[in-house]
């Protein structure tokens, strides 16, 4: 085992080397020689956790398994966190209750109402947009020239006001969307169910979808600029505000998305808006403020961080797993003081000039 | 008499919480969500040491206080430096930390269960076993501390700290040490939060990790910016708004499931409205938006 | 303020009016707000401290029917001394600073001398010195908490503490000469106290495997349970939505039954036993034993299905719950409605039946020794009681 690792370690460094060396030529190599650099190191990262003395492969598989999953799920969260912040330059710290109320909005249809898969799906993400929409025009229109102090302490308000209103009307339990589910068993300890499957699934499906909708259609590109740079894209002619609204939207979607979907694998219940908040800040700020590929790193490096930490044994000691989402708070605080541009995030300069 | 006295002693201590952080935000400009685990510190040490290791009351909340301040001081030094929301991410990272720590570690801090039969303050021997004991102790302390933050304010010291909330920049051109100072008002709004939590240990006479959640900390973002950010009366205003608004709530006619979240509801919609209308609170200066 | 803003306050507080008013009202909350009630000449009033708002209302609402119905039986049969029987509620929302403030307003305002309640152990916790301090007798009937056997002279429950329902399941583990048991436990006082005592007693191995109240996923805990190898898994939550959902993903990552289950899980039998009845099909779970063939239980069940259109949910809660209104009754009738004097009337009643079981309060104010916990079982759907 021990000359299997040194191998892996040795053909991921040189990968490594390759990699750095490659960093002037064409975008695409470079893109793909960070990717691969990122890779390297993760990997890496994952398989210094395995000692196999203490644990079986089958299991340490699962725990990655697992981490997959939330990564995807954090991923999401982080895209839709990021998106908004690119544009709008303001952390949207209600985003998780946008995810709540796209799933409790499907609930209502789905389970309460038992309207068919399809149409609940509709009508849930109808809810939330209506609901984004009257939010953006009532609280954050107002505020758009203010210093960035106000909308962050309204988005914070905001959070409470709308989880207390959940709250309200669906009274503070926890709720199950379905009491069956199907499982795939793989081995005999892993096993995977639908929901697990559909999250990672959506999730990676709707990183590619947006990732190509912001690269090659004009209302993607549009997004870019004025994230870019606001003034310069105003005196272009894009219509600021109309692409502000968009950019609202499309977070709540992604937002909504990651909420039904972990609707299905987890519980309903409207205190859960703020881990997923946190935890998409968490990504976002490992990642790199502003950066699409970074909020997707973090969202996986968390994922995996959480479920892999708290699961492995150091020398015979576990992490008690009531510290797993202290677990992403250290995190988030160790990159503010470590690396606070994240991963892929720009350096202070190009910040400093918007 | 008995009523009454307790609601007064209850606005006494929020009147030091909203203080404290009108220090650290009004005056300060910083964005800490963590105020709140400020209050917990100084009250679990308090509790502790009063329960567990038969100190006295005035050992206790002098002590928690002080931790308080040690524990701010720690945490400040790398985060002042920090823009309004990565400092917002930190210190919730950090209040968050802090509050789950003491979730679970049970054997330190009693967990879930919280610590039970925190004793009164007895000043001189005597025991302050009522509401209207308490209410008295509580004012005369309130009404020294508030004392202490009017002549910070109004110092050479309490100016400059606005003028780096001003503008930093200029202030740093100055020759004004920003950091330090930012600092030490982090210490000082912190220092007041940790008395505030010990007193409230040995009022309430019970603590447990559900008064330093996330929800907590909004009530105090919303009685500072409520009463003014920056102005000495305010937090003293929105406490009597806040308190008296709150016990008004329970005579109305609503069930109580209703009411709870209800109330979180009419906060956060004040707090908006403030917000977009009024940042400077009720008794703030005008605000001009082109300004900044 | 200027008008814009008056109006913007407006619309504001109507939309959330109107949500109100989606919500069905309950009329004798309003009991709740009411202004100062004393004692008349003709009426005997109590205060009551519950959660009626929070996760923990799921409890703290059918206490309340539960107690609503026992006062409109006393009242119906005279009274107590022929005067009749008010109560006032207070919302705890099972957090401390809230009971505080509800016991003191209940004592303040109201001036009662009896508070029944909490349904938490922190309500009850926080009340204690409170009640204590004025000499008024605090009488929960689900609080189970260790430390309120010392909280106070005057404080008072029918209900056993968490020792004894832990020590009940701990001894069929031993029975059956399991090796280890995973408990997947709360963060709360009340199953945080049943896990105690478990391993307490318990002779092989406890692993407790701990999440927070806001927890919404427990597969970590779950797989590290698995990858210990446990015989046994115990599902420990605070209220019955948690336990549901730790019993579909216990399911899910193919965990093998049969559990074991505390009170609260085996005790909610549509969302928890029902859902999940073959998977769950030999499970066991301890209840306080109440007793479904006295006398009163049928006009019980028939008085409760009657008010609220449901069965009696956490039948071992809700039986002390209903003998509690009936202590405080022949309580007075015997010394009167005098706090210190019905304090020194509990300590000595001893084999006293009811509803929710023969009843003796032992030195501290707490159940006695002979009231334990008794086994019950999942069959075919439906928690059976082991030994009948």
New interface residues.
């Given amino acids: 085992m021990a000359t299997a690792k040194a191998g892996a370690g040795g053909a991921f460094y040189l990968l490594y080397k390759l990699a750095s060396a490659q960093n002037q030529q064409s975008r695409i190599l470079s893109l793909a020689a960070r990717s691969a650099r990122g890779l390297a190191e993760f990997t890496t990262s994952i398989l210094i956790c395995y000692n196999p003395q203490e644990m079986q492969l089958e299991l340490f598989l699962k725990f990655v398994l697992n981490g997959f999953i939330q990564g995807s799920l954090y991923a999401l969260l982080a895209l839709g966190l990021s998106l908004l912040y690119g544009v709008l330059r303001?952390?949207n710290?209600a985003h998780g209750e946008y995810a709540l109320m796209g799933s409790f909005a499907f609930y209502t249809f789905y389970v309460l109402l038992g309207w068919p898969l399809l149409p609940s799906l509709a009508a849930g993400f109808g809810i939330l947009f209506i609901v984004t929409l009257l939010i953006e025009r009532l609280?954050f229109t107002?505020?758009r020239?203010?210093?960035?102090?106000?909308p962050?302490?309204?988005s914070?308000?905001?959070g409470?006001?709308l989880?207390?209103?959940l709250?309200?009307i669906f009274?503070p339990r926890s709720r199950l969307i379905t009491a069956n589910s199907s499982i795939l068993q793989i081995t005999d300890f892993i096993s995977i169910t639908s929901a697990q499957i559909n999250i990672a699934v959506v999730a990676i499906l709707l990183m590619i979808a947006l990732t190509l909708f912001l690269k090659r259609t004009k209302l993607g590109k549009a997004i870019r600029a004025v994230a870019d740079d606001r003034e310069a894209a105003a005196i272009l002619g894009i219509p600021i505000k109309r692409i502000v609204t968009i950019t609202f939207l499309i977070s709540a979607f992604l937002a909504g998305t990651a909420g039904i979907l972990a609707a299905f694998d987890q519980n309903l219940h409207p205190n859960a808006g703020?881990a997923f908040t946190?935890k998409a800040?968490?990504a976002v700020?490992l990642g790199g403020i502003g950066s699409i590929p970074g909020a997707v790193a973090g969202g996986y490096i968390l994922g995996f961080a959480e479920n892999i930490l708290i699961s492995i044994p150091f020398w015979g000691w576990y992490i008690?797993s009531?510290?797993k989402?202290?677990l992403a708070?250290?995190i988030?605080?160790l990159v503010?003081?470590i690396r606070?541009n994240g991963i892929f995030g720009k350096s202070a300069e190009e910040i400093a000039r918007k | 008499m008995?009523?009454i006295a307790?609601i007064i002693a209850?606005m006494c201590l929020f009147a030091l919480l909203y203080q404290g952080y009108n220090l650290i935000l009004g005056y300060g400009?910083m964005?800490h969500?963590g105020h709140v685990a400020f209050m917990g510190v100084g009250a679990y040490v308090s509790a502790l040491l009063t329960v567990k290791a038969g100190f006295s009351v005035l050992s206790g909340v002098t002590l928690g206080t002080l931790a308080t301040g040690l524990l701010a001081l720690l945490l400040a030094i790398?985060t002042v430096r920090?823009r309004?929301?990565?400092l917002?991410?930190?210190t919730?990272?950090?209040g968050?930390?802090i509050r789950?720590?003491i979730?679970?570690e049970?054997k330190l801090t009693g967990?879930?269960?919280?610590i039970?039969?925190i004793p009164r303050p007895a000043p001189f021997g005597v025991e302050l076993?009522?509401?209207v004991d308490m209410m008295i102790f509580l004012l005369i302390i309130t009404t020294a501390v508030m004392l202490c933050v009017w002549r910070i304010v109004h110092t050479p010291f309490g100016r400059s700290i606005e003028s780096i909330r001003e503008d930093e920049i200029a202030a740093s051109a100055l020759g004004k040490n920003v950091w330090l100072k930012k600092v030490q008002i982090l210490v000082l709004g912190a220092l007041i939060a940790g008395l505030a939590g010990a007193l409230f240990a040995h009022h309430?006479?019970?603590?447990?990790p559900?008064?330093i959640t996330?929800?907590r900390m909004?009530l105090v973002?919303?009685a500072v910016?409520l009463g003014g950010s920056g102005t000495f009366w305010g937090p003293i205003f929105s406490t009597i708004l806040l308190v008296g608004l709150f016990e008004a709530m329970?005579?109305?006619?609503?069930?109580?499931?209703?009411?709870?979240?209800?109330r979180?509801?009419?906060?956060?919609?004040i707090?908006?409205?403030i917000?977009?209308?009024?940042?400077t609170g009720?008794l703030g200066k005008k605000f001009s938006?082109k300004k900044? | 303020?200027?008008s814009?803003?008056l109006k913007?306050?407006g619309i504001?507080l109507t939309v959330?009016g109107a949500l109100?008013a989606c919500?069905p009202?309950?009329e004798d909350?309003?009991n709740?707000?009411a202004a100062v009630e004393e004692d008349s000449g003709d009426t005997i009033t109590f205060g009551v401290l519950a959660p009626?708002?929070?996760e923990a209302?799921a409890y703290g609402?059918p206490y309340q029917h539960v107690l609503e119905v026992a006062r409109g039986e006393i009242n119906t049969a005279g009274g107590i001394d022929g005067k009749e029987v008010k109560l006032v509620?207070e919302?705890g929302?099972c957090?401390?600073?809230r009971a505080?403030?509800a016991v003191?307003?209940l004592?303040?305002?109201h001036k009662v001398k009896v508070v029944f309640g909490g349904v938490c152990?922190?309500e009850t916790?926080?009340a204690?010195?409170v009640t204590e301090?004025n000499q008024v007798v605090l009488f929960s009937s689900l609080a189970s908490?260790p430390?309120i056997t010392a909280?106070g002279d005057f404080v008072f429950r029918n209900y056993p503490s968490d020792k004894a329902q832990g020590e009940a399941l701990a001894d069929n583990a031993n029975e059956l000469e399991l090796k280890k048991v995973g408990i997947i436990t709360e963060?709360?006082?009340y199953t945080?106290g049943i896990a105690d005592s478990f391993s307490a007693v318990f002779s092989g191995e406890t692993f407790n495997e701990?999440f927070?109240k806001d927890a919404a996923d427990f597969k970590t805990q779950i797989d590290k349970l698995k990858a210990l190898n446990v015989d046994r898994f115990f599902v420990n939550a605070q209220t019955p939505a948690k336990a549901a959902i730790i019993v579909k993903q216990l399911k899910e990552l193919g965990v093998q039954g049969p559990l074991y289950l505390n009170d609260v899980a085996i005790g909610s039998t549509e969302e928890v036993v029902a859902p999940f009845a073959e998977y769950l099909e030999g499970s066991i779970g301890a209840q306080v034993p109440y007793n479904d063939k006295h006398a009163k239980f049928t006009g019980f069940s028939a008085a409760y299905k009657a008010r609220t259109g449901e069965d009696v949910p956490y039948l071992g809660y809700m039986s002390p719950a209903y003998d509690s209104l009936f202590i405080m009754k022949e309580a007075i009738e015997s010394v009167g409605h005098d706090p210190v004097k019905i304090k020194d009337y509990l300590y000595t009643v001893q084999g006293r039946d009811g509803v929710a079981g023969t009843l003796s309060f032992d030195e501290n104010g707490d159940p006695d020794k002979s009231y334990r916990h008794a086994l019950q079982k999942v069959e075919g759907g439906k928690a059976v009681w082991v030994n009948q």
């Fill in positions: 303001f952390a710290l609280t107002p505020v020239d203010a210093p960035p102090l106000i962050l302490v309204i914070i308000a905001l409470i006001f989880k207390n209103l709250l309200l009274e703020t946190v800040f968490a700020i008690p009531n510290y989402d202290a708070y250290i988030l605080i503010l003081y606070p | 008995e009523f307790n209850i400009g964005l969500v790398p920090f309004e929301d990565y917002v991410a930190a919730l990272g950090m968050e930390i789950i720590f979730l679970n049970r967990g879930s269960f919280g039970v039969n076993a009522s509401n309430i006479q019970f603590i447990d559900s008064s996330l929800d909004i973002l919303l910016m329970r005579f109305l006619p609503i069930p109580s499931h209703v009411l709870g979240p209800l979180w509801i009419i906060y956060a919609a707090l908006i409205i917000m977009i209308h009024k940042p009720l938006r900044l | 303020m200027n814009v803003l913007k306050f504001a959330i109100t919500q009202v309950f909350a309003k709740t707000n009626l708002s929070g209302a609402i509620y919302d929302a957090e401390a600073e505080n403030s003191n307003n004592l303040n305002i152990s922190s916790l926080a204690a010195p301090r908490s430390d909280a963060e709360q006082p945080e701990k927070s």
